[in-house]
């Protein structure tokens, strides 16, 4: 069974950062696609960006491009977002999930159907 945990949510204030971090529980680590996906109070699931984990290729949503970079540190089969220029409306519970496939754009679709998940971990931002 397959196990995401993600870690390093907080409060923050408007224009401060933040770095999560996922740890992957997958012998097949380097054949995934990980996302990272997001939902605030009373809004649907929004999908933050991907990282294909074989070549560390990222895809990231158009509009926290600039703000937000995925990376993975292979040794530690855990893959990072840090989230820069954070704003209130970046409040949310933040996931990351799991699939082994190729990443890209259609994996930011809030529908796509990764096979794991993480618990989430509460990001909020004050302003």
């Known amino acids: 069974q397959v196990q995401l945990m993600e870690s390093g949510g907080g409060s923050v204030q408007a224009g401060g950062s933040l770095r999560l971090s996922c740890v992957v529980s997958?012998?097949?680590?380097?054949?995934?696609?990980i996302g990272w996906f997001r939902q605030a109070p009373g809004k649907g699931r929004e999908g933050v960006g991907a990282?294909?984990?074989?070549?560390?290729?990222?895809t990231i949503a158009d509009s926290m491009k600039g703000r937000f970079v995925i990376s993975q540190d292979t040794a530690k089969n855990t893959v990072y977002l840090q989230m820069n220029s954070l704003k209130p409306e970046d409040t949310a519970i933040y996931y990351c999930?799991?699939?082994?496939?190729?990443?890209?754009?259609?994996?930011?679709?809030?529908?796509?159907?990764?096979?794991?998940w993480g618990q989430g971990t509460q990001v909020t931002v004050s302003s």
């Open positions: 990282i294909y984990t074989g070549d560390s290729r990222t």
């Open positions: 999930a799991a699939i082994v496939a190729a990443c890209g754009l259609w994996t930011l679709r809030p529908d796509y159907e990764y096979k794991y």
């Open positions: 997958d012998y097949r680590y380097r054949s995934n696609c």
